[in-house]
């Protein structure tokens, strides 16, 4: 049944801020499978629609659906890797610990974290190349170290969608290319991956799937049948070829 509804579906969902629409009359279906780039210029709307479809923010009109159901019912099959630095951390708490937090949803309430879920931390740290810190607080660590940390305990996780929000914003080339390898590998597994992306040059390179977001959906669907100089010049307002040189 899973597999013939739409992984999110998104309908006439607005958003405001202080009364002042950000985003407008949204539809979108992401079908599962896909890794999914939503491009804009900044402040078109981006976080905002992960988070309103997160159930982080609540729209002024419309709804969501996670496959078929409201996101409530269904958060353990997503997986959320916040902006960079957008989590302030003022308690202590290690980089393993974070990670295993990311399994409590499988475990329930009673049980606590085991030597399963030890092993299963440490493994996707080291995926993410974060093992040698594993006992360091995470206040301690740099933003793009934090930002590796949640995208282990979004693995460990095992979601079934995962949104991940800028996860290359000031990461170094080696890192970038590791997470992107993860986020084709979630892919190869049948995860369904939705990434603000802010570099277009390497769109058709890293998804095969694309919103184009400006306040109103422009478009939505395979990088590349909509992945052109029309959309983009809808999405930024300027040439094609000034955006991807940006
Ligand atoms: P993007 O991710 O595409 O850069 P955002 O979703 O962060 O855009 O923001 C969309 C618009 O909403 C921007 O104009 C931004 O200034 C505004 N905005 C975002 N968060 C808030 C907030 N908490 N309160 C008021 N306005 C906000």
Redesign the pocket.
């Known amino acids: 049944m899973k597999e013939q509804q739409p992984a999110i579906q998104v309908d006439d969902l607005t958003v405001a801020?202080?009364y002042k629409p950000?985003l407008w009359d949204i539809d979108l279906t992401v079908p599962e499978g896909v890794l999914m780039a939503i491009v804009?210029?900044?402040?078109?709307?981006?976080?905002?629609?992960i988070k309103a479809i997160l159930g982080i923010i609540d729209p002024i009109a419309g709804s969501v659906a996670i496959y078929g159901k409201p996101y409530k019912e269904q958060r353990k099959l997503v997986g959320y890797v916040p902006q960079k630095g957008s989590v302030d951390w003022d308690f202590p708490t290690t980089a393993v610990d974070v990670v295993l937090m990311g399994t409590y949803g499988k475990l329930g309430w009673i049980k606590r974290p085991g030597k399963k879920e030890k092993k299963e931390a440490l493994e996707a740290l080291e995926k993410v190349g974060m093992l040698s810190f594993k006992n360091r607080q995470i206040s301690q660590l740099s933003g793009g170290q934090q930002q590796r940390v949640f995208l282990a305990r979004a693995l460990v996780q095992d979601a079934a969608i995962y949104f991940m929000d800028e996860p290359f914003q000031g990461v170094d080339a080696t890192t970038e290319i590791a997470i992107i390898n993860i986020l084709k590998e979630l892919r190869k597994a049948g995860k369904t991956v939705v990434v603000?992306h802010h570099d277009l040059q390497t769109v058709p390179e890293y998804f095969d799937w694309v919103t184009f977001?400006n306040v109103k959906k422009i478009a939505t669907g395979p990088v590349k049948d909509i992945f052109n100089d029309d959309n983009l010049t809808k999405t930024y307002g300027i040439n094609y070829k000034v955006a991807i040189n940006k």
């Open positions: 801020y202080n950000v804009g210029p900044n402040g078109a709307g981006k976080s905002t629609l603000v977001l």
